[in-house]
């Protein structure tokens, strides 16, 4: 963390200012008088100056004591910094299946003097219509994106602008609709999730382009344990039920990691099938996860930015935290004496439908600050339970019981 980057910006000033004494995301937005969308942006930017304490409000680091000291002398010496005369919130983007970004877009985001970002997408795809010089001045960065398909003459400043992307295609594919409204796409700025979030499409399957830089560092079977570890940082997985075996294509060997313990790949394209586990644990640094039609005793998730979606049998646990990202998918809970469904979100979003047997008790609960959770009714029942707990700081919940 640069310390002079995050107190050039007054926001971020006067966060570090505010928390002397600890404070909840909400605290701050009233404070701030900012929407979560702008708080979220600034939050992120103070990464490593600020932290939690365990009752979840946020306080300085002892890094962020020195920030706190910098920003105390820059403001005693009525120190002007150039960044202020700047309107630094950009447009960001994040978590949705499908992005179509076209020239009408850039010019508004142009006017308005901000910048766009664009996280935690499965395609983005880029109109004919855009001026390159438009572009190159808009376009802040893309990360973390599986496709993106671009007309020849921007893709390299699309590629300039790149981290960690699997694939950029040259050539529009027919089979996808251009002219689709951009208004249908992304429904405006801020919001209550702290994100500009665009359309989420259904749950299709969708193609994924493995760029040339990929190859086939592994194809084989896997030995076979009752507990399963995933690491991904960034590139896609997908877990299926089947015979134990992995395919694996990465750009270097090393990306790749194959032990007693589980899987730990960075940047790679994975399908791996595996019979029913007693244990799963998923950790996701961005990327794409599937899990599908897999039965899992004891499932847990940790994701930092990224997508999951879920298609699992339980029978006594699923824990999921987020830190940026969005899970979505389906959980059927099987007879048990107890079963538990924990969420705790921190920025992100998600979407579980759950199957749950019919004579079990539902016990709900739920902390949100910033946020929003909904979650199915409480009701008794005489065979066991389901308890579902939900913690979301910034982000929305949805459970729905199918």
Same mark, same amino acid.
């Given at each position: 963390?640069?310390?002079?980057?995050?107190?050039?910006?007054?926001?971020?000033?006067?966060?570090?200012?505010?928390?002397?004494?600890?404070?909840?995301?909400?605290?701050?937005?009233?404070?701030?008088?900012?929407?979560?969308?702008?708080?979220?942006?600034?939050?992120?930017?103070?990464?490593?100056?600020?932290?939690?304490?365990?009752?979840?409000?946020?306080?300085?680091?002892?890094?962020?004591?020195?920030?706190?000291?910098?920003?105390?002398?820059?403001?005693?010496?009525?120190?002007?910094?150039?960044?202020?005369?700047?309107?630094?919130?950009?447009?960001?983007?994040?978590?949705?299946?499908?992005?179509?970004?076209?020239?009408?877009?850039?010019?508004?985001?142009?006017?308005?003097?901000?910048?766009?970002?664009?996280?935690?997408?499965?395609?983005?795809?880029?109109?004919?219509?855009?001026?390159?010089?438009?572009?190159?001045?808009?376009?802040?960065?893309?990360?973390?994106?599986?496709?993106?398909?671009?007309?020849?003459?921007?893709?390299?400043?699309?590629?300039?602008?790149?981290?960690?992307?699997?694939?950029?295609?040259?050539?529009?594919?027919?089979?996808?609709?251009?002219?689709?409204?951009?208004?249908?796409?992304?429904?405006?700025?801020?919001?209550?999730?702290?994100?500009?979030?665009?359309?989420?499409?259904?749950?299709?399957?969708?193609?994924?382009?493995?760029?040339?830089?990929?190859?086939?560092?592994?194809?084989?079977?896997?030995?076979?344990?009752?507990?399963?570890?995933?690491?991904?940082?960034?590139?896609?997985?997908?877990?299926?039920?089947?015979?134990?075996?992995?395919?694996?294509?990465?750009?270097?060997?090393?990306?790749?990691?194959?032990?007693?313990?589980?899987?730990?790949?960075?940047?790679?394209?994975?399908?791996?099938?595996?019979?029913?586990?007693?244990?799963?644990?998923?950790?996701?640094?961005? %990327? @794409? &996860?599937?899990?599908?039609?897999?039965?899992?005793?004891? !499932?847990? *998730? $940790?994701? #930092? +930015? /990224?997508?999951?979606?879920?298609?699992?049998?339980?029978?006594?646990?699923?824990?999921?935290?987020?830190?940026?990202?969005?899970?979505? %998918? @389906? &959980?059927?809970?099987?007879?048990?004496?107890?079963?538990? !469904?924990? *969420? $705790?979100? #921190? +920025? /992100?979003?998600?979407?579980?439908?759950?199957?749950?047997?019919?004579?079990?008790?539902?016990?709900?609960?739920?902390?949100?600050?910033? %946020?929003?959770?909904?979650?199915?009714?409480?009701?008794?029942?005489?065979?066991?339970?389901?308890?579902?707990?939900?913690?979301?700081?910034?982000?929305?919940?949805?459970?729905?019981?199918?």
């Amino acid at each position: 963390m640069d310390i002079f980057e995050a107190v050039s910006n007054e926001i971020r000033r006067k966060i570090i200012k505010l928390l002397q004494t600890p404070r909840s995301f909400s605290e701050l937005c009233e404070r701030l008088n900012l929407e979560s969308s702008a708080l979220a942006f600034h939050l992120k930017k103070l990464d490593g100056l600020i932290t939690k304490d365990d009752k979840g409000n946020y306080v300085l680091t002892e890094l962020g004591k020195k920030a706190l000291s910098i920003v105390n002398m820059i403001e005693s010496q009525n120190v002007i910094l150039p960044e202020e005369k700047r309107v630094l919130t950009p447009v960001l983007i994040e978590y949705a299946d499908k992005v179509i970004i076209d020239k009408g877009m850039l010019t508004k985001i142009k006017e308005e003097n901000k910048k766009l970002i664009i996280r935690n997408v499965n395609e983005v795809i880029f109109k004919d219509d855009i001026d390159e010089n438009l572009l190159n001045g808009v376009l802040e960065l893309i990360e973390n994106v599986i496709t993106i398909k671009s007309p020849p003459n921007l893709k390299d400043i699309i590629s300039r602008k790149s981290k960690q992307v699997l694939s950029i295609e040259e050539e529009l594919s027919s089979e996808e609709e251009i002219n689709e409204e951009i208004g249908n796409i992304v429904s405006g700025v801020g919001g209550l999730v702290g994100k500009i979030v665009s359309r989420v499409l259904g749950s299709k399957d969708f193609s994924i382009n493995i760029g040339s830089h990929l190859r086939v560092v592994y194809d084989g079977p896997l030995k076979v344990n009752d507990k399963l570890n995933i690491e991904v940082d960034g590139g896609v997985v997908k877990l299926s039920k089947g015979e134990p075996h992995l395919l694996a294509k990465c750009s270097y060997i090393g990306d790749l990691e194959i032990n007693d313990n589980g899987i730990s790949a960075d940047g790679c394209y994975i399908k791996i099938s595996y019979p029913d586990l007693n244990q799963l644990r998923v950790s996701v640094d961005g %990327g @794409k &996860v599937e899990i599908n039609e897999i039965k899992v005793n004891d !499932l847990k *998730i $940790d994701m #930092d +930015g /990224g997508l999951i979606s879920l298609n699992v049998k339980c029978k006594d646990m699923v824990d999921i935290t987020l830190d940026g990202g969005k899970v979505d %998918g @389906k &959980v059927q809970f099987e007879d048990t004496t107890k079963a538990r !469904l924990n *969420i $705790d979100i #921190d +920025g /992100g979003m998600g979407k579980i439908d759950v199957s749950i047997p019919k004579d079990f008790s539902v016990i709900t609960s739920s902390r949100v600050d910033g %946020g929003v959770a909904r979650l199915p009714p409480n009701r008794a029942g005489n065979k066991g339970e389901l308890i579902i707990t939900a913690n979301v700081d910034g982000g929305i919940v949805t459970i729905n019981e199918i």
